[in-house]
């Protein structure tokens, strides 16, 4: 009702401060005058016009004729000077569209108003053109000389350089339409910085009551830093963003370019705030983690059409994720979450005092890998800082190039520790989280060392974030190739062991994205697969089974805690806690899941089970029919996404599989599926593999880097036992040597 709506105005009015400004820039023609008046009117504040009730106040002139008289330069240079002597309080500022190409003219306006909130409307560069023509402006820098797209690309990054909240304007919004959807962003940013300041933090633990989510917060730099919360819940934001079909269609546009890391940070953003993060820090960390030359792909994300097995009107794509640094899925949060870890702890390492004359603040990185988190890990966090990383891995449960990229590593700030069997992932896993949840461990690190660790595994909420940019990357770019509509929906398939990628996805729905059934696929180790059919999760009696797929090798799936917390409304976490427990506990080791949970999980998600053998023939079959080499998970989930599709024949939705490493990690397992004869050392695998695909003409082509690892020196690769007080001892044995 008006009443509703008027109290939403006076509600987000007081979240202002008393002497706050909001600053709209943007391109000319964006809808900035309009805007203002629209937020005057609706928030009861005074409206300063740059252009009007100030340039030409102070030239005594019209700003057309001011720039036919100095020429654009110059123009741009007095109308610089003139912003410096603006200063205001509680007004809605409007800027011309070249007022940010003066740096020095917006750093002093940035320090006259510093309570301001600077709102950037971006909006489609047709859309600008279409209303300037209609328009007839004749008052733009550079119009005389420059086509009109040229002046507008050349201005974004400037524009990019100031704002605290960008406004992603759907292509052919009205004006009307561009108002409402900047006072919702505008709230949404005031209501969460309200969030952040009143409560300590947005972000809550898993298993935390709901009676304690407005005591127990955390920020999100300290989420980052302390990776699991105190009470072994992961922590989750207390809500999520929205993103519209309209700014799909947007999203679109970049991914049409196959410009990821312009794609990655309008999406990151929604979930990161300026007052968590600068987005000037967060595009600086982006194009850092996705500059191409780091990437075996210069796309960094790649879909790949795939030969239909099914009906002739159910397609499927394969999501390339393996062209990072280090050949897997993880290359995307793992480039980036060191960068933003880094920052974080610069900022903790500033504030920190401990004592008197301690030295300065220290963070490490305990991290534990089924085969692809590790080297991950170690190019991410060890080639970019100097952070240092202690990595756990079982030490017969990776495949032998995943072992040779961690124990061929000669970073100084890296310790590998091999794991002697029988450990298996999970009980690296464990152990970890036993470590991270001993307080004797956590002090002692602390007093020796002033060292406070971390987690980099996916229940690190900065490791998991990275990769929901991807999943709605592979709706955009379906959009953008006329695929689907902006709003049908697409399946996604995800091979799946610890659970993030596949949660990951689940994210992106719930921000908006249309995907409409995630689908589960497991190797013999199938107890997700039995959980999603059942409701039950049951680990009682269950082995370990080692397989071609490692990285499903899991029956402890840490992410389905969020998953659950999500289903179960993500306020309380009372009965996550109960189910963990349960899962913990020797003489149960199982949990079930309310009947209302149970019916959301099977209404999202599918499932299903692949064998070795069937993963086998999957690779067999794709390379002789369409020269495209499997890697053993992406076998799994091709094998998955074929059952599902062929038990809903009638549907002709797009299947998206996700392609989790690239084959050239499993080179015995690959050759011995199209039916060539491995060698017995790893090099002579290599290379085979190596020849054979070139000769064949296959895609995708080798992965230079991680094929160079093979044949490195062993660096680390000492086995210790499977004891976690041995485990604890090698870790302070290394960051005594370190610190030493």
């Known amino acids: 009702t008006d009443c509703d709506i008027m109290a939403e105005q006076d509600d987000l009015s007081a979240l202002l401060g008393p002497e706050e400004n909001i600053v709209i820039l943007g391109p000319p023609g964006g809808g900035k005058t309009s805007l203002a008046k629209f937020l005057s009117h609706h928030l009861s504040i005074t409206i300063y016009d740059i252009d009007d009730d100030h340039l030409e106040r102070v030239w005594g002139c019209t700003v057309a004729s001011k720039l036919a008289e100095l020429g654009d330069d110059l123009f741009v240079q007095a109308e ?20 940010p190409l003066h740096e020095s003219g917006m750093r002093t306006l940035r320090e006259n108003n510093p309570n301001s909130i600077f709102l950037y409307l971006d909006v489609s560069r047709d859309d600008i053109i279409q209303r300037l023509e209609a328009m007839k402006v004749n008052r733009i820098v550079g119009q005389a000389t420059r086509p009109m797209r040229d002046i507008l690309d050349y201005r974004a990054s400037f524009y990019e350089k100031y704002y605290d909240m960008r406004v992603l304007v759907p292509k052919g919004s009205s004006q009307d339409q561009v108002s409402a959807l900047a006072l919702s962003t505008l709230q949404e940013f ?9 409560l300590g933090g947005r972000y809550i633990s898993t298993r935390q009551p709901a009676e304690s989510n ?5 920020t999100f730099g300290d989420a980052v830093l302390q990776g699991l919360a105190e009470d072994g819940g992961l922590f989750v934001p207390s809500s999520l963003p929205k993103i519209s079909v309209g700014q799909i269609s947007r999203l679109a546009e970049f991914a049409a370019s196959d410009n990821y890391a312009e794609f990655a940070l309008r999406v990151l953003e929604k979930f990161i705030y300026s007052f968590e993060l600068k987005p000037q820090l967060l595009r600086e960390f982006i194009m850092k983690a996705y500059n191409p030359s780091r990437w075996n792909d210069p796309r960094i994300a790649n879909l790949q059409p795939l030969p239909s097995t099914t009906t002739s009107n159910q397609k499927q794509y394969l999501l390339e994720l393996f062209h990072g640094p280090t050949g897997s899925f993880k290359d995307f949060a793992l480039q980036l979450f060191p960068l933003i870890f880094e920052h974080f702890a610069a900022a903790k390492q500033q504030s920190a005092t401990n004592g008197d004359t301690n030295g300065r ?5 305990l991290v534990s890998t089924s085969g692809d988190t590790g080297s991950a890990t170690m190019d991410g966090f060890c080639s970019q800082t100097e952070i240092p990383v202690v990595v756990l891995f079982p030490a017969t449960g990776v495949s032998p190039v995943q072992r040779a990229q961690m124990v061929s590593s000669t970073f100084s700030n890296l310790r590998v520790l091999p794991i002697e069997s029988p450990a298996d992932f999970d009980f690296c896993q464990s152990t970890l989280k036993q470590l991270f949840n001993d307080s004797s461990f956590i002090q002692q690190l602390e007093k020796e060392f002033n060292l406070s660790v971390s987690a980099a595994n996916s229940i690190n909420w900065g490791r998991l974030l990275p ?3 991807y999943h709605v990357f592979a709706f955009a770019s379906m959009v953008a190739r006329c695929e689907v509509d902006v709003a049908e929906p697409i399946d996604v398939c995800v091979p799946t062991g610890n659970f993030g990628n596949i949660l990951a996805a689940l994210y992106a729905r719930y921000c908006g994205v249309p995907i409409g059934q995630l689908i589960c696929a497991t190797n013999e180790n199938d107890v997700l697969r039995e959980f999603i059919q059942t409701g039950t999760y049951d680990i009682r009696g269950r082995y370990l089974q080692p397989t071609s797929s490692p990285s499903i090798d899991i029956l402890k799936s840490s992410n389905l805690e969020r998953m659950l917390h999500l289903l179960e409304g993500g ?5 996550i806690a109960a189910y963990f427990s349960d899962l913990s506990a020797p003489e149960k080791q199982s949990f079930t899941v309310k009947t209302s949970t149970f019916d959301k999980v099977r209404a999202l998600f599918a499932s299903g089970t692949c064998r070795q053998d069937e993963a086998l023939r999957v690779i067999k079959n794709e390379f002789q029919k369409s020269n495209i080499v499997f890697d053993p998970h992406t076998a799994v989930a091709k094998h ?6 062929q038990e809903a024949s009638a549907s002709s939705r797009i299947m998206i599989i996700c392609a989790t490493a690239h084959f050239v990690k499993f080179p015995a397992t690959v050759l011995h599926a199209v039916g060539e004869q491995a060698e017995s050392h790893l090099k002579n695998q290599v290379t085979k593999l190596s020849n054979l695909v070139s000769a064949g003409g296959c895609v995708p082509k080798i992965h230079d880097r991680v094929k160079d690892c093979c044949f490195a020196d ?19 044995s290394f960051f005594r040597k370190l610190f030493s």
Do not use: M, Y
């Open 571 to 575: 306020r309380d976490g009372s009965s």
């Open 467 to 469: 990769q929901i940019a």
């Open 714 to 732: 062993e660096i680390q690769s000492q086995p210790i036992a499977a004891l976690k007080d041995v485990i604890r001892e090698e870790i302070f």
């Open 361 to 365: 603040k220290r963070f490490g990185i």
């Open 80 to 99: 610089g000077e003139a912003l410096c002597l603006v200063q205001k309080k509680r007004t809605i500022i409007s800027l011309s569209g070249s007022n």
């Open 214 to 218: 407005a005591s127990k917060r955390v």
């Open 190 to 198: 005031l209501v969460a910085r309200q969030e952040h300041i009143s």
């Open 640 to 645: 998955v996404a074929d059952q599902k599709q």
